[in-house]
C-alpha cells in the first residue's frame, strides 16, 4: 500500500528557532501533498495545500511567511516553521495523493513538535 | 463554505453493547471517510464510502452513507476495550480541490 513517511516524528526546541519537517511518499509519486495541524483533543486543521513545483495554497489565517511550504519534487514536500515561538508547538500531519485527484489521501505518521 | 459535524463529541461505551457515531455535512460531496486516531498517533483510514446507499464493515465497526440526507454512520457493534479511540469523518469535495474537511471527532471509551 501507498506509504507516506514524515521526519522528525517529535522534535523539542527553543523558541527562535527554525523546525523543517519532511514528507515524503515512498512508493508513489504525489503532485499534491497537504499540511495539517492538530492542537490537543482537536480536529485536523488544514494548513495548506503543497503543489509540485509551484507555490503552495495557504488556508484562510495561516501565515505564509511563518510557514515556508517546499514541494521541490514528486516525493518530497517540507513544511518549515520559521522563527517558532511556544504557540506553534502542535502535532503536524502531512497527506499525499497519488497522481490521480480520484485517490484518496496518505497520511504520515505525524510531528510532534514542542517548542519551549 | 463545506461544514462536517459529528455527534457526539464523546462517548463512553459498555463493552458487548451497540453504538452509532453520526456525521452530518452541509454539501455534495464526492467521498466521505473514517478515520481512527489513538493518542499521539496519525490517522488509521478506515472507510471510503462513494456513492449513496454505500455500507462497508470491518470486524465490528459498519459504515454507511446516505448522500441525500448529507449523513454518514459509523456503528459499533459489541464494543471492546480495543475499539477505544478517537474517530473522524472527513468529506472530500473536487470542486474544493479535493481538499478534506474534518469533522470534529468523536472520542470514544470502552468500559469493561
Known amino acids: 500500500g501507498a506509504v507516506v513517511s514524515q521526519h522528525p516524528s517529535w522534535v523539542i526546541c527553543k523558541s527562535g528557532t527554525s523546525v523543517k519537517i519532511e514528507c515524503r511518499s515512498l512508493?508513489?509519486?504525489?503532485?499534491?501533498m497537504f499540511w495539517y495541524r492538530q492542537f490537543p483533543k482537536k480536529s485536523l486543521m488544514l494548513m495548506a495545500t503543497s503543489n509540485e513545483g509551484s507555490k503552495a495554497t495557504y488556508e484562510q489565517g495561516v501565515e505564509k511567511d511563518k510557514f515556508l511550504i517546499n514541494h521541490a519534487s514528486l516525493t518530497l514536500s517540507t513544511l518549515t516553521v520559521t522563527s517558532a515561538h511556544p504557540e506553534d508547538s502542535s502535532f503536524y500531519i502531512c497527506?499525499?495523493?497519488?497522481?490521480?485527484?480520484?485517490?484518496?489521501?496518505?497520511f504520515g505518521d505525524g510531528t510532534r513538535l514542542s517548542i519551549l | 463554505e463545506l461544514k462536517v459535524e459529528q455527534n457526539p463529541l464523546f462517548l463512553s461505551m459498555q463493552e458487548g453493547k451497540n453504538y452509532t457515531i453520526y456525521c452530518n455535512y452541509s454539501t455534495t460531496s464526492d467521498r466521505l471517510y473514517w478515520y481512527r486516531q489513538d493518542p499521539g498517533k496519525s490517522l488509521e483510514s478506515l472507510f471510503v464510502?462513494?456513492?449513496?446507499?454505500a455500507v462497508k464493515q470491518e470486524g465490528r465497526l459498519m459504515a454507511s452513507l446516505d448522500t441525500k440526507a448529507r449523513l454518514s454512520t459509523l456503528h459499533i457493534t459489541a464494543a471492546v476495550h480495543d475499539l477505544s479511540a478517537t474517530y473522524f469523518c472527513a468529506v472530500d469535495v473536487k470542486a474544493a480541490g479535493n481538499k478534506l474537511t474534518f469533522g470534529g471527532g468523536t472520542r470514544v471509551l470502552v468500559k469493561p
Open positions: 497527506s499525499a495523493r497519488p497522481g490521480n485527484s480520484n485517490q484518496p489521501q496518505h
Open positions: 512508493d508513489f509519486q504525489a503532485t499534491t
Open positions: 464510502l462513494l456513492s449513496n446507499g
